[in-house]
């Protein structure tokens, strides 16, 4: 690990670039195990079919009353539509999405739609196009790929084949599958690693990945100092701090992630405090912002009328 002897400028910077960047990098972690490594498509579902026990250990503490369907959204190229059928008046249901950021975009449920599904279309704030008839909703969002999650209710092991049948009714398609027609191709990207290189290169590969780094211009402004950039490569900062300009010497790792608390006050000259666990990544960057960070985050009505509104809510 290198480290440079920061100023208080530094540490404020470090500090504030630590925050903003801890959550989009663990996204991106996240995303790479489970969509890059094993050759896994986009837009498509993955289904836990049965209810999880005590042999399930492949998601920490999962919930094991809900049947779960699982993926990643890629609107690069064109909306994407996540059709969920009408269930049965007492069963909960849940479709929950998140974007690069560690930041709910979308959440449907029985709370707050009751039995009726629907269809949710998807899309980047770059697509223009109409609205085909039929769309439930309009998610607009920042960041080209998004986490999705489902859950449905299944009370034990006699109705997981009744809840199976709901959960087979769901399904994910690009706007032109949906339309019947030849669609664009997908994007094809050169994929940074997931480690053994340097977080700020995972996470300026997100910020290039969309329309994030735009809106989170407020908070990026001032982190310069910090290497963080959408697309920004070849960034170090001791040879950077070599070169006289001391304020681009950001006190942090070059390689791995983010250091966690315990590290970082070292790294930063502050007195190590005992801590009983590592923060949140969701609610530790979300530190660092005040509420409505972004007007461009949450649903729009499909008539394209009336003010924009997100979902506080980060976890049902």
Request: proline share 7%; with cysteine.
């Amino acid at each position: 690990m290198q480290t440079t002897k920061a100023s208080p400028e530094l540490q404020a910077i470090s500090d504030r670039a630590y925050l903003y960047a801890y959550g989009i990098d663990e996204a991106y972690k996240h995303l790479y195990k489970t969509l890059v490594e094993p050759d896994y498509p986009a837009n498509r579902f993955q289904i836990i079919r049965h209810l999880a026990d005590d042999k399930y250990t492949a998601h920490p503490t999962i919930n094991n009353d809900t049947l779960h369907l699982m993926g990643w959204l890629d609107v690069t190229a064109e909306p994407v539509i996540v059709s969920v059928p009408d269930h049965d008046d007492g069963r909960y249901w849940l479709l929950h999405t998140m974007d690069m950021g560690h930041y709910t975009t979308s959440l449907f449920g029985k709370r707050t739609r009751g039995p009726k599904g629907g269809r949710f279309m998807f899309a980047n704030r770059a697509w223009i196009g109409d609205v085909p008839d039929g769309i439930t909703e309009v998610v607009r969002v920042e960041s080209n790929f998004l986490k999705l999650m489902g859950r449905v209710m299944a009370t034990g092991v006699e109705d997981e084949k009744k809840a199976l049948t709901y959960v087979d009714d769901w399904n994910i398609r690009t706007l032109s599958e949906l339309l019947g027609h030849a669609g664009p191709k997908p994007k094809e990207r050169k994929f940074v690693p997931a480690e053994g290189n340097s977080w700020l290169e995972r996470v300026n590969f997100v910020l290039a990945d969309g329309t994030m780094a735009t809106a989170d211009g407020h908070w990026l402004k001032g982190l310069e100092a910090s290497g963080i950039g959408a697309g920004k490569q070849g960034f170090h900062p001791a040879a950077v701090g070599r070169r006289g300009d001391q304020r681009a010497a950001c006190a942090c790792k070059t390689q791995g992630s983010p250091p966690d608390p315990h590290q970082r006050r070292q790294v930063l000259g502050h007195p190590r405090r005992a801590r009983k666990r590592r923060p949140h990544p969701v609610r530790s960057r979300h530190l660092c912002r005040p509420v409505g960070r972004s007007a461009g985050r949450g649903l729009l009505r499909t008539d394209g009328q009336g003010p924009e509104r997100r979902h506080p809510e980060r976890r049902e």
